[in-house]
């Protein structure tokens, strides 16, 4: 009992030092930065190096680990942040995870992929406490992150910089009428919480013993479930998130096995947003400020094709790969409509009723399994799957994501990554249903005519003309009523309540469209690739999705398409970079989230 | 401005002419390449991961592949034609893996493929290859159904059959209580499961069993449990950084004293480089040793550690040895697709640096000789006994 707990409460304070800069920069900036797991990557590596090429002791090593990741996070907030200052806070979020894409791919190029021993510079095993064997770097990494919660928080309300830091936070226009230099606010922030991040890659990767370039992904995501867990922006909230979280972990690992903590991770994260909704230590703002999507749509308009210029796309959509491309490039076609099918889900719930979800993974994964499970075992034809597909994935949707009606902004957005991460290790854990880990093999390809559509440009063609279908339902969808009123909801929540529009219904109803819409694309997926299993679902699909409807510009149906296209087609477009492939990848989504935060189908008006 | 409906007449006439038009592309039979040209380099395809989490492995991957590759070509290559390996990064995802190899299938130069990294990637491209009669050379495939996917899925890596066995009969040489800990991939389930299988049958005594995440950093909870159930030997089903981890880890729980039996999929100079002190006195089962006596072990072990300046692993060895045998194979036949399977299929005596001369089962994997039991004994693998 006791040592297992003591486990939790050590590894829970590596959680609790990354949930502090998360929450930091949050409170400033109102960013969730997605490259924060990146910088304690690179916190880790750069550590590695001081430590074991160069020789440095250990105060040396955290003060040059200082220095590099607080650089870090100032060409962070400097390149990704700041220039989308205006833009809506989803676009400044896409444009953190491009930069972990180039952090993560960068520091390996560099470091090399491979796992190496992190140094142990402080002793681990000479404390003992209930068979536990324990060590001075245990004590010191529980006291470095309490220390540093003391210290910021005195710093936050005693120091001129600090007093500025928390006015930012609250209210950043006020600030700025008061003579606040946001600019340099925003920048000592960054710093301040990338010097943390770097600080715990030191510290973890002396308690992990091991590290690698991709390390921060795996610490990263349970570092997010801390701070929301403590409430976003709270410091007290990022230590006790952190902490309970390990403990948590820690006792559920202990009585179900290693491989259910994340599972365990993300049901405690949605079972406390569920019960407070601002997590354990937030304030509940009275109103959210902003909107995630909101200032989008006052600003830009999408353009808009003529009718023969759709026909003509459509025509040529079915022809061009029939007569002028090889197999390969069809097969890159297929998964280009597959992804804009899931794109277009979220085109209804984020474009059209402005809930941004980070999850919609969880929608496509229940419809691929569903209909996997149902042709294999049961033999049911692909045809009986694919609506069936659909409706459990739109009302599993609805009940995973109901918790989450009384959430506002970034917290919804969490919560939908739960939902996400939550759904994909389920479907590792729940062995009896899924097969687990070992997937679903040799699902049959669906028949036509009785012929089997398994060749590329078959399955094109079948996945092409559901593809349509989806897309003349979505745009049709928009200009109906239903449409008009999640416009309202989105636009503005209590305006939309005070008008007696039930808001939580017509979320529901969103949820439950897109839903069907990704369980259809999931059950397509399946058939495509003949095999699935869990991995195939993770976090990259859920932020793949999303990245391609801001591209395509949010309230465009046709930018959906138009964003797979691009994103999908890009990375196989680059192979002949070999290692330096997703390094490009991450610089040139970068640029585009910079260059056209607006989307590609969206025009600014003048 | 066309109407609504002549839309609707137009796409579906355009539909319909695209069908007519590629109706010979449609139907899933095989997907014949033009014929493999006769002349300039000869080209293998290989599907790996070079980026994401299992980077590593593709880089070990082309330390042994380069050595081959020099020694090929140095030799004046495969009857008078370089060879010449196609890269292609998947990250070993499925969703990559099947592009890539749909890639090779269209590109008539490829002759044979080599890879996926995990079992999951490769099996998922496999009908792919079959379709174009490519051979899928899946060497670290360890997944007892991968050669099953079709005639032309052709593997060297041991299976978990033939594997988990002798995993099973090594911990309990080392202790009578068996705690067992197999990472909760397709692979570690799988061989868990033979284990377990072969355990019950020879009456071994399992006091702990757990999967465990193959990315987790911290295996502390986990460990307790072994250790409360009073285990005495401690099995951790994992690749070498996995391994380590639990092997270092177990000693801050203080399982100081209990014994620790290993797959080959952990033997590499890495699992010592990462777990250290703490991996004194492990044992491990390998194919591949750089200890073997044979003249050819010898002599790849004196090459790669003049050129790479550390012992090679079982990853390293078995894609040198990969390369080799499809070089042998592109020699032994017509120089087509077709005539790599054959040779593959009717060699009798295919050399081999992993098991002398050998010929491929019926079932298109390789007899496996028993393995061979390692302990780390001053930092270093050394034979059981020596």
């Known amino acids: 009992m006791l040592d297992t707990a003591l486990a939790g409460l050590v590894n829970g304070s590596s959680y609790a030092l990354l949930a502090l800069g998360l929450s930091l920069i949050f409170g400033v900036a109102n960013v969730i930065n997605f490259a924060h797991a990146s910088v304690f990557a690179v916190g880790a590596m750069s550590g590695w190096w001081f430590a074991v090429d160069l020789g440095w002791p250990l105060w040396a090593v955290v003060l040059g680990v200082a220095v590099v990741t607080g650089l870090l996070g100032l060409v962070i907030n400097v390149v990704a942040v700041t220039p989308l200052a205006k833009a809506p806070p989803i676009a400044a979020l896409l444009s953190t995870f491009a930069v972990s894409v180039v952090v993560d791919n960068g520091a390996q190029l560099v470091f090399g992929p491979e796992t190496r021993r992190f140094p142990a510079l402080l002793a681990t095993d000479n404390l003992g406490l209930g068979g536990l064997r324990f060590g001075t770097l245990d004590v010191t990494i529980l006291v470095v992150a309490v220390g540093l919660m003391l210290l910021l928080g005195w710093f936050l309300r005693s120091s001129r910089y600090g007093r500025a830091i928390r006015a930012v936070a609250q209210d950043r226009d006020a600030a700025a009428q008061m003579g606040i230099p946001l600019a340099r606010v925003q920048n000592l922030a960054f710093v301040v919480a990338s010097v943390l991040g770097g600080v715990a890659g ?110 003509v796309a459509a025509v040529a959509a079915y022809v061009v790969p029939a007569v002028a491309l090889d197999d390969y490039t069809v097969q890159i076609g297929v998964q280009v409509v597959v992804y804009a099918i899931l794109a277009l889900s979220l085109t209804l719930v984020s474009g059209q009723a402005g809930q941004i979800s980070l999850g919609q993974a969880a929608p496509l994964a229940i419809g691929a399994y569903t209909s996997a499970l149902l042709t294999t075992s049961t033999g049911l034809d692909f045809w009986l799957s694919l609506p069936i597909a659909g409706v459990v994935a739109a009302v599993l949707s609805v009940v995973l994501v109901s918790p989450s009606w009384r959430l506002r902004g970034h917290y919804v957005s969490i919560a939908t990554l739960a939902t996400g991460l939550l759904v994909a290790a389920a479907a590792v854990n729940f062995d009896w249903l899924t097969n687990g880990p070992s997937g679903v093999a040799a699902i049959p390809p669906p028949t036509l005519f009785g012929a089997p559509v398994s060749a590329p440009l078959a399955v094109y063609f079948l996945d092409l003309t559901i593809l349509l279908v989806v897309l003349l339902l979505v745009v049709r969808l928009r200009r109906s009523t239903l449409g008009r009123i999640w416009s309202a909801v989105r636009e503005d929540e209590v305006a939309a309540r005070s008008s007696g529009i039930a808001v939580a219904d017509y979320k529901s109803l969103a949820f439950g469209i897109g839903g069907f819409v990704a369980g259809i694309g999931g059950a397509l997926f399946a058939q495509q690739y003949s095999y699935i299993d869990p991995s195939v679902f993770g976090i990259s699909v859920s932020l793949l999705a999303l990245t391609i409807v801001v591209l395509g510009g949010l309230n465009s149906p046709l930018g959906a398409v138009v964003g797979a296209i691009v994103l999908v087609g890009l990375p196989e477009a680059l192979r002949m970079l070999q290692e330096t492939r997703m390094l490009a990848y991450g610089v040139l989504l970068l640029a585009v989230v910079l260059l056209r935060p607006q989307g590609l189908m969206g025009k600014v008006a003048r | 401005m066309i109407s609504r409906r002549g839309l609707f007449v137009a796409a579906a006439g355009a539909g319909a002419t695209a069908v007519l038009a590629s109706c010979g592309r449609l139907s899933g039979e095989q997907t014949t390449a033009a014929a493999a040209p006769a002349e300039g380099p000869i080209f293998f395809g290989v599907s790996a991961p070079l980026s994401g989490s299992s980077a ?150 399992i006091v702990h069993s757990e999967a465990v995440q193959a990315d987790g950093a911290d295996f502390r909870p986990s460990l307790i449990k072994g250790r409360d159930a009073g285990a005495d030997v401690l099995v951790f089903i994992a690749y070498y950084q996995a391994a380590a981890l639990l092997t270092q880890q177990a000693k801050n729980v203080g399982l100081t004293q209990t014994k620790i039996a290993l797959p080959s999929s952990a033997y590499s100079p890495q699992y010592l480089a990462l777990g250290g002190e703490a991996t004194e006195g492990a044992q491990v089962i390998v194919r591949f040793h750089p200890g073997d006596p044979r003249p050819e072990v010898r002599d790849f072990v004196k090459k790669y550690q003049d050129r790479y300046g550390k012992q090679p692993d079982d990853f390293g060895a078995g894609a040198y040895d990969a390369l080799k045998i499809l070089a042998w194979a592109v020699g032994q036949s017509d120089g087509t697709r077709e005539g790599v399977r054959k040779a593959l299929a009717e060699g009798k005596d295919i050399p081999s640096l992993l098991y002398g001369p050998f010929a491929f089962r019926e079932d298109r994997r390789v007899k496996v000789p028993p393995s061979t039991r390692l302990v780390v004994k001053g930092g270093a693998f050394t034979l059981v006994g020596a």
């Not at chain 1, 990767?205 to 701070?227: D, E, H, R, W």
């Not at chain 1, 703002?285 to 830009?300: H, S, V």
């Not at chain 2, 099953?148 to 041991?158: A, D, H, I, V």
């Open chain 1, 202 to 311: 030191v510290l973890g990767g002396m308690y992990l013993n091991n590290i690698s370039p991709t390390v921060g992904s795996t610490v990263g995501m349970s570092a997010f479930a801390a701070a929301t867990l403590g409430g976003l922006g709270s410091l007290p909230g990022a230590v006790a998130g952190g902490l309970l979280l390990g403990v948590v972990e820690a006792f559920g690992v202990s009585w179900w096995g290693g491989n259910a903590r994340t599972l365990i991770t993300f049901a405690v994260l949605l079972i406390v947003l569920w019960v407070r909704p601002s997590g354990l230590f937030g304030k509940r703002a009275p109103l959210a400020a902003e909107p995630m999507t909101g200032t989008f749509f006052g600003a830009a308009r999408t353009i808009q094709l003529r009718p023969w210029q759709v026909a």
């Open chain 2, 56 to 205: 590593e492995y593709g880089k070990i991957w082309r330390t042994g592949f380069d050595l081959a590759l020099d020694e090929i070509n140095g030799a004046g290559g495969v009857k008078g034609r370089k060879v010449e390996l196609l890269w292609e990064d998947t990250q070993s995802d499925q969703k990559q893996s099947v592009p890539v190899a749909q890639k090779f299938a269209g590109d008539s130069r490829v002759l044979a493929e080599l890879g996926d990294f995990a079992s999951p990637a490769s099996m998922a491209a496999s009908p792919v290859y079959e379709k174009a009669h490519l051979v899928q050379f899946g060497f670290t495939n360890s997944h007892p159904d991968f050669t099953k996917g079709g005639e032309y899925m052709w593997s060297t890596s041991t299976t978990q059959q033939d594997h988990a066995p002798e995993l099973a009969e090594l911990a309990n040489s080392l202790g009578k209580k068996h705690a067992v800990y197999y990472i909760n991939t397709d692979w570690g389930k799988t061989t868990w499961k033979l284990y377990e299988e072969h355990a019950k049958k020879a009456g071994f005594q």
